[in-house]
């Protein structure tokens, strides 16, 4: 049983930052394929970004250049970098991990290729 537990969320101004942490249990971050989603009110879960087994990372275009995933081994830690906030940016943020691992990208980042979920962290930016 794989353990997610997100950190980080708070409420912002637009343009301001934040850095959100999933903490994994077991070795989970260093082998698995670990993701980032988000979901706002009345929308539908979105893929932010994924990183690979072998650190290869990537994120979705609606925030590519202003959000960064990251992973730290040794702390057994998950990031994502989030720069230049939106207000459209707020939502209810998840880590998902695939314990298996994952060593090539799909055509999208697709929930139905995890298997473990946090139970998430709200960011909130205003204007």
């Known amino acids: 049983q794989v353990q997610l537990v997100e950190s980080g969320g708070a409420s912002v101004q637009a343009g301001g930052s934040l850095r959100l942490s999933c903490a994994a249990s077991g070795d989970t971050i260093s082998v698995g394929y670990m993701g980032w989603f988000r979901q706002a009110p009345g929308k539908e879960r979105e893929g932010v970004a994924d990183?690979?087994?072998?650190?290869?990372?990537r994120s979705a275009d609606s925030v590519k250049g202003r959000f960064t995933i990251s992973k730290d081994n040794a702390k057994k830690t998950l990031y994502l970098q989030m720069n230049s906030l939106k207000p459209e940016d707020t939502a209810l943020y998840y880590c998902?991990?695939?314990?298996?691992?994952?060593?090539?990208?799909?055509?999208?980042?697709?929930?139905?290729?995890?298997?473990?979920w946090g139970q998430g962290t709200q960011v909130t930016v205003s204007s």
């Open positions: 990183i690979l087994s072998n650190g290869r990372a």
């Open positions: 998902a991990a695939d314990p298996d691992g994952r060593w090539m990208f799909t055509p999208r980042i697709d929930a139905r290729d995890f298997d473990y």
